[in-house]
């Protein structure tokens, strides 16, 4: 069975840009959460997003945005980016149910460097 | 709010000796307790997680951990360290209903296996 995926692998991009991440949960699994790893910051909580709604977001502006699709897959959007957005962006996905705990598992990253 | 806290963001230990991190949890409700792995340029791997339960829990790769309710803690031991348990661990605490279900991510603690 198929893990979480995350495209692309590594971006470039130029401050003042926009970037696309894109996330493909684990088949079945209806949550998608987003983190980012910066350098020295740890992982800090973006946005869940569950049954296409999104549910919560961590302490982000607004340029940090995204969806999620039908199909459960989910993309994150940064605008007028900053050279601080530059890190390791994880999507993780789970299967969602209130007074259940379903075990949260994470893709290999996206690297977004801002230049 | 629910938090865990770290102690020690590095940790070195001999090959054969115990590994011990230690992650302390702060919550108002019964929490629900994870340990993370991530290796070089990966994502996260779930070594084990409490869900209230039985209080010692066995993970992967030989770990465990012990949730002690009157000292707040939820300690990743490991009798005999590995070469390859050189990676950077996190402790996560997450809520299981309301709107805050994602996981909140201590600040992680490098391992060093000495040979």
């Known amino acids: 069975e198929a893990g979480v995926t995350q495209s692309p692998t590594h971006l470039i991009k130029t401050r003042g840009q926009q970037a696309t991440l894109r996330c493909s949960p684990i088949s079945g699994h209806t949550s998608v959460y987003w983190y980012q790893q910066a350098l020295g910051l740890g992982l800090q909580f973006l946005l869940w997003?569950?049954?296409?709604?999104?549910?919560n977001r961590g302490n982000f502006p607004p340029r940090f945005s995204g969806r999620q699709f039908p199909n459960y897959s989910s993309e994150l959007n940064v605008n007028a980016l900053e050279l601080e957005d530059s890190a390791l962006y994880l999507c993780a996905s789970s299967l969602e149910g209130t007074g259940k705990v379903y075990t949260i598992y994470f893709g290999e990253g996206s690297w977004l460097t801002v230049v | 709010a629910q938090s865990v806290t770290q102690l020690g963001s590095h940790v070195s230990v001999s090959e054969g000796a115990l590994v011990l991190l230690r992650c302390n949890y702060s919550s108002s409700v019964p929490p629900y307790l994870f340990w993370y792995v991530q290796y070089p340029n990966q994502g996260l791997q779930l070594l084990l997680k409490?869900?209230?339960?039985?209080?010692l829990v066995k993970g992967i790769n030989g770990f465990e951990a012990e949730f002690k309710k009157s000292e707040t803690s939820f300690h990743l031991t490991k009798p005999s360290a590995h070469m390859s348990d050189a990676a950077e661990y996190f402790c996560a605490v997450r809520a299981f209903r309301g709107s805050a279900r994602q996981l909140t991510f201590g600040s992680g603690t490098q391992l060093t296996v000495l040979p």
């Open positions: 409490y869900t209230s339960a039985a209080t």
């Open positions: 997003y569950d049954e296409g709604e999104e549910r």
